[in-house]
């Protein structure tokens, strides 16, 4: 079992950063061989890929998010990031983090093929 613990969310104002992290610990053999991602929902909303940091060192966004969050990983200490800058209201959602134990998915962004994820930190960015 993968334990994923996220941290780093809060409320802001629009124009606002944020640093989410997510540790991951439990059957962590090889966090590098782990396809890792940031999704999101909004109440009343589906879950929507936002980010993905996957195995052979490349990234993938939503469009709502390119040029404004940037996704990194320390393999050294199991942690995922992501950095969220220029935070706009409809950034507003929980936001989890995923983990797939090897390899990264076909789809990165969607959330079908992951296989651990953390309980969420909340998002809240005003106007």
């Known amino acids: 079992q993968v334990q994923l613990q996220e941290s780093g969310g809060g409320s802001v104002e629009a124009g606002g950063s944020l640093r989410l992290s997510c540790a991951a610990s439990?059957?962590?053999?090889?966090?590098?061989?782990?396809?890792m991602a940031w999704f999101r929902q909004a109440p009343g909303k589906e879950r929507e890929g936002v980010a993905a940091s996957n195995t052979d060192g490349s990234t993938n966004y939503a469009d709502s998010v390119k040029g404004r969050f940037t996704i990194s990983r320390d393999n050294a200490k199991n942690t995922l990031y992501l950095e969220m800058n220029n935070l706009k209201p409809e950034d507003t959602a929980m936001y989890y983090c995923?983990?797939?134990?090897?390899?990264?998915?076909?789809?990165?962004?969607?959330?079908?093929?992951?296989?651990?994820w953390g309980q969420g930190t909340q998002v809240t960015v005003s106007s």
């Open positions: 995923a983990a797939k134990v090897v390899g990264s998915p076909p789809n990165p962004l969607q959330r079908i093929d992951y296989e651990y």
């Open positions: 439990g059957a962590v053999w090889r966090f590098f061989y782990m396809g």
